[in-house]
């Protein structure tokens, strides 16, 4: 799957993405995936079942990949200490 086909999840609200979806789906997409970590992960799922529930019955889930990641969070003292962060990709297909 392309990358142009992903919506990242962050920290806006969740109807903004769940709008970026369907306007995927709507330009000809067949696939789109649901891209989120740590804290918006619940947000992901929000949207993903927005999407299933109210706007596009018909859509599928194909698949969840769920994951860590290891990032650097800096201190204020200047060393850095590598933390683990959750991930989860969910993949909606028509």
Do not use: W
């Amino acid at each position: 799957m392309s990358e142009a086909n992903s919506v990242l999840i962050g920290r806006k609200p969740i109807m903004n993405y769940v709008l970026a979806c369907i306007t995927l789906f709507h330009s000809g997409a067949k696939e789109v995936s649901i891209k989120a970590r740590g804290r918006a992960i619940s947000r992901a799922v929000d949207v993903a079942e927005i999407l299933r529930k109210r706007f596009m019955p018909n859509l599928k889930i194909k698949e969840i990949n769920i994951g860590t990641e290891q990032v650097q969070l800096k201190e204020e003292e200047g060393s850095s200490t590598p933390r683990n962060l959750s991930t989860i990709e969910i993949v909606l297909t028509q």
